[in-house]
């Protein structure tokens, strides 16, 4: 089986300290790593390389500046086999619409049956790459995985995340999963994985290699539809208001006048 | 190192150690120092990720990097739990390395494969109850009889013996001819007549494995003589030079431990309305502890880049373990004294790592030893 996991790059946020003096965040030498949620798709991968067995691969793919060399290293560490680097100067500035098209484009020159994303990157928290590379490559997709059940060469079958059940989804090959951090508990590299992965020439795909898939209009800042227009940290949902024992006129009722209270009808 | 950075995979090495280190050991070590219990699925655990056999090649099954990812290996681990770090520095500097320097090809087959891939585990046995510093006056003996050699006598303070499957034993074949009369065998666990005595409790690196060996006709084949016969003081010495390196790592990881917790504290304890670390005397204590610490670091790796380099590094590992072994002592002493009552009790890691370091200065050759070996590399006799 041939596995392809696409990671990313990351800020180490939870590196980020406060200086006690000023209470200012610390930004200097902020270690950048491998996403959680990614490292926990390559760690799945790796399992069913060894479930699977036969002639399976993993074959890692980062998009990112020259730098993102060392998560495909580390990932090379933990045992993936091969490593794609997309980067180019004309990749700069892409949010996840023209990132997703990339990637997409990236994938499409590999051989392929299963691909894993992460859900969603600490930075951006979007969640969004992993399904737009899915609908690029017209791949049936299996998003928020927490477990894989069983694994076929002809099919997978998926426990999903879901806000208050979960689903089992069986799903032919080849398809999507995004990855969630608790799929898969990742490995350590070994110190032996570290000396293979800076033997392992890591290839690079850049505008140039894909030109032929990929119009400038939709890469980069041009093929960027999304301003970010503000920017904030995560909001602690609540624990929502529960009205129990109320018949289905009362329920209305009740909802209509709460919807009323804030101004939404 | 020219530039005294490390290199792409030595850094990536680097952090493996300091994040198993940190996430396996960090949070046994106080426990297993308290029941002196040797951790022994963290251990295993040491051994999946390839740290049983760092410097050796993949040929022999090790990990095929070199002395400086040992050297720091053994350093991140000694910064959570110093009795990991010793173990590993036994396993690896005291038994490993000369079976892959002075053994044949059959011994490095049948041995080495098994100790460098962590599958089985590593002892030394030089020292015996009257054979300290002076390793030359080993009273055990081994007899030729045939093919074999039947050996007799006693070792003790050796570290790994409890769980060991490969010693690196020595034995007087012909006492007549003094040092030249020492020679060095393989040995395996459950071998007739060989025993392992009980773990002797000790001040520090208490969770470690340190017990007596007893030797009583045990019948060793010819084929397990390390070397040739009357070549094992030379075996011995070598070895201990690079042993030097590990135990140097050690204490260099245990001093910065001590500094890594004490920074942590004074910038949290509050005496006279002021964190502690805004008093001068603190910050120029950690100033100068930090100095000491980097100091013998940098002695340290570049005794392994010697030794990487095939060059001769016995004075410069003897002076790397002189070095770091003192500041360990000194710097550890310090933090507890930073911290004051809180570093003297229980409840905070110093008071460990303070025992922990004392050892670094005797074991492998006391510092008294170091100082022989450099003052006689400088022909100063």
Redesign the interface.
């Given at each position: 089986m041939k596995i392809v996991v696409y990671i990313k790059h990351v800020p180490d946020t939870n590196e980020v300290k406060l200086d006690?003096v000023t209470n200012t965040l610390i930004r200097d030498g902020l270690p950048s790593i491998i996403n959680h949620d990614d490292k926990s798709g390559i760690e799945a991968a790796l399992r069913i390389k060894e479930q699977v067995g036969g002639d399976s691969t993993v074959t890692v793919v980062c998009m990112g500046p020259p730098q993102a060399d060392?998560a495909l290293?580390?990932a090379l560490?933990m045992g993936c086999d091969n490593a794609v680097l997309l980067s180019s100067r004309e990749f700069g500035g892409s949010d996840t619409l023209a990132t997703s098209t990339i990637v997409a484009a990236g994938v499409a020159k590999l051989d392929y049956d299963l691909v894993i994303t992460g859900r969603q990157a600490i930075d951006g928290d979007t969640a969004q790459v992993g399904p737009q590379i899915a609908e690029h490559l017209g791949l049936p997709q299996v998003s928020y995985a927490e477990e894989v059940v069983e694994i076929t060469n002809d099919y997978i079958v998926v426990k999903r995340q879901f806000e208050d059940r979960y689903h089992i989804i069986k799903v032919k090959l080849p398809c999507l999963i995004t990855a969630l951090a608790e799929l898969a508990e990742p490995r350590?590299?070994?110190?032996?994985?570290?000396?293979k992965?800076?033997a392992t020439d890591i290839t690079v795909l850049d505008y140039e290699a894909m030109k032929d898939v990929l119009p400038l209009e939709k890469i980069g800042l041009n093929g960027s539809p999304t301003n970010v227009k503000r920017s904030f940290g995560k909001q602690a949902k609540g624990a929502g208001t529960v009205l129990a024992d109320l018949t289905p006129d009362e329920a209305v009722q009740a909802i209509i006048a709460k919807l009323e209270e804030k101004y939404i009808i | 190192m020219v530039n005294f950075k490390l290199s792409?995979?030595l850094s990536?090495?680097q952090e493996?150690y300091r994040?198993?280190a940190e996430t396996e050991l960090k949070p046994i070590a106080a426990e297993a120092d308290e029941t002196e219990t040797f951790p022994m699925d963290v251990w295993k655990k040491v051994a999946?990720?390839?740290?049983l056999?760092?410097p050796f090649p993949?040929e022999y099954e090790?990990?095929?990097?070199n002395n400086l990812?040992y050297s720091i290996?053994v350093e991140e681990l000694s910064k959570q739990d110093a009795s990991i770090g010793v173990s590993v520095s036994v396993h690896t500097s005291l038994c490993s390395t000369p079976i892959f320097m002075f053994g044949n090809e059959d011994q490095k087959k049948k041995y080495l494969c098994d100790l460098a891939s962590g599958r089985k585990y590593g002892a030394f046995g030089l020292t015996e109850p009257n054979a300290g510093t002076d390793a030359s006056g080993q009273q055990s003996k081994a007899v030729k009889d045939g093919d074999n050699y039947i050996l007799n006598g006693a070792k003790i303070f050796i570290t790994n013996s409890a769980f060991a499957d490969t010693f690196v034993a020595f034995a007087m074949t012909d006492k007549s001819k003094g040092t030249k009369g020492i020679s060095a065998f393989i040995l395996e666990k459950g071998m007739e007549g060989f025993t392992v005595d009980k773990d002797i409790p000790r001040m520090g690196i208490r969770a470690a494995s340190n017990c007596g060996l007893a030797f009583e006709n045990v019948v060793v084949p010819e084929a397990n003589l390390l070397g040739k016969e009357g070549r094992g003081f030379g075996i011995a010495m070598q070895t201990l030079d690079g042993g030097r390196i590990g135990i140097a790592s050690q204490a260099v990881g245990i001093a910065q431990g001590a500094i890594n917790e004490t920074i942590k504290y004074v910038?949290e304890r509050k005496q006279f309305g002021k964190?502690i670390s805004q008093f001068q005397n603190t910050q120029f204590q950690l100033a100068d502890m930090q100095t000491k610490v980097d100091a013998a670091r940098l002695l340290v790796w570049r005794a392994a880049c010697a030794k990487d380099a095939h060059e001769n590094y016995s004075a410069l590992a003897a002076m790397a373990k002189l070095a770091a072994s003192e500041a360990a002592s000194d710097v550890t002493r310090r933090c507890v004294q930073l911290f004051g009552g809180y570093g003297y009790s229980r409840e905070y890691p110093v008071e460990r790592m303070m025992r922990d370091a004392k050892i670094t200065e005797i074991y492998e050759g006391t510092s008294e030893v170091q100082k022989m070996v450099i003052s006689g590399s400088m022909q100063v006799k």
């Open positions: 006690p060392v290293r580390e560490a350590y590299m070994s110190v032996a994985g570290i000396e992965a800076y | 792409n995979e990536l090495q493996l994040k198993f999946k990720y390839g740290m056999g760092i993949a090790g990990s095929g990097s990812s290996c910038k964190r």
